[in-house]
């Protein structure tokens, strides 16, 4: 498997649970976004079989879409801190989606090479997309702690930190990746010890996106600021297989999973208090 091909798999996994999330968390289980998700990834499949990389044009404008839909739907209460705040999920979204089209069309935006593209567009899909839209959603409810809140707007500003450090001032980068060392794993840490669910899933699922991310910060750190750290493996760079790995398929999706469980366990719970009695 070469570092492309690993690199498609993850943004797959991003794809396929990034618009899950959104539709579950702020689109309340829309059939037409969910509608266009499967075509949208339909048609990406059928580029990628067919060879026609103009066609990846189609996941930038089903990002649009999601985030007018959202739009339309919270019209009034996007002008207030939390409503800004929800929105940052589909700013990430939309920049994802423009780093992958030109990742595949290889258009060398802002002079990065398709590999770094695919970066670009992976990180925006689950540091921005995905755990930024489980913050947000988390801050939405009743009694939260306002560090969700203020997780949306720094996770924005440690991205754009780790963007513009890559291929600019590399002390600006550091920032980046310190900052998020600490934010990432200080947020999940936060939800898995407060959580009141008795849902063992979603206490597993806490559990194991808060181990898997810890692995993943100290690989990230290591590889920041030791030289002697492996850069190579297999042929294949360790921080894609190892960091790539952890947050791709454990650290984000877990944390996801777990929320959507313990919202979805919360409701069953409303529903059976209000539930008629013989």
């Known amino acids: 498997m070469t570092e492309l091909n690993l690199l498609y798999f993850f943004l797959s996994v991003a794809f396929v649970l990034a618009p899950l999330m959104t539709n579950r968390f702020f689109l309340n289980n829309s059939k037409v976004y969910s509608l266009a998700h499967l075509s949208a990834l339909a048609v990406l499949v ?7 990389n103009l066609l990846a044009f189609v996941w930038p404008s089903f990002c649009a879409f999601g985030a007018i839909s959202y739009l339309k739907k919270e019209d009034r209460s996007v002008l207030s801190v939390e409503g800004i705040a929800a929105c940052i999920p589909f700013l990430f979204s939309l920049i994802s989606a423009t780093w992958f089209f030109c990742g595949v069309n290889d258009l060398h935006l802002l002079g990065y090479s398709q590999v770094w593209s695919f970066y670009a ?19 939405s409810r009743r009694q939260s702690p306002n560090l969700y809140l203020w997780g949306c707007y720094l996770s924005l500003i440690f991205f754009l930190f780790v963007a513009f450090g890559i291929d600019g001032t590399p ?19 936060l939800y898995g010890f407060t959580l009141k669910s008795k849902n063992r899933r979603s206490r597993f699922l806490a559990v194991l996106s808060l ?16 030289a002697g750290a492996p850069r190579i493996a297999y042929g294949l760079p360790v921080m894609v297989v190892a960091h790539g790995f952890l947050n791709a398929v454990l650290t984000v999706p877990c944390f996801y999973f777990s929320i959507r469980l313990e919202a979805a366990d919360g409701l069953l719970s409303d529903e059976s208090k209000h539930a008629p009695t013989a």
């Open 46 to 52: 059928l580029g990628f079989i067919s060879n026609q």
């Open 121 to 139: 567009a992976l990180h925006g899909s689950y540091l921005g997309w995905m755990f930024v839209g489980c913050l947000a959603f988390l801050s």
């Open 171 to 189: 002390y600006i980068k550091r920032i980046g990746v310190v900052g998020f060392s600490f934010l990432v794993p200080l947020l999940i840490g």
């Open 211 to 226: 181990s898997s991310i810890i692995v993943s910060m100290v690989l990230a750190i290591l590889n920041e600021f030791w």
